[in-house]
């Protein structure tokens, strides 16, 4: 198949494996909390390391900026938005 083909075709891959971290932690928060965090991820003003920073002191969950980014971009395992 062409280049031309291939873009005309469409992406064929479909995520796998489990669902991001952000995801999971999105799902794992009390609804307020949860909402706390779907604003920041939504807010350009936080920087991915910020909020990472801030689920590791307040939540005490392991995570890092990259994930953060990764979420925000859509290029993680979680269903395409």
Request: glycine letters at 10%.
């Amino acid at each position: 198949m062409s280049l031309a083909g291939a873009l005309q075709a469409g992406p064929t891959s479909t995520r796998r494996g489990p669902r991001c971290s952000v995801h999971t932690l999105l799902r794992s928060l009390p609804n307020v909390e949860s909402r706390a965090l779907a604003t920041m991820l939504d807010d350009n003003g936080w920087l991915g390391s910020d909020i990472a920073k801030v689920i590791r002191s307040e939540v005490g969950v392991t995570i890092s900026g990259t994930t953060i980014q990764r979420h925000r971009r859509g290029d993680c395992s979680c269903e395409p938005v």
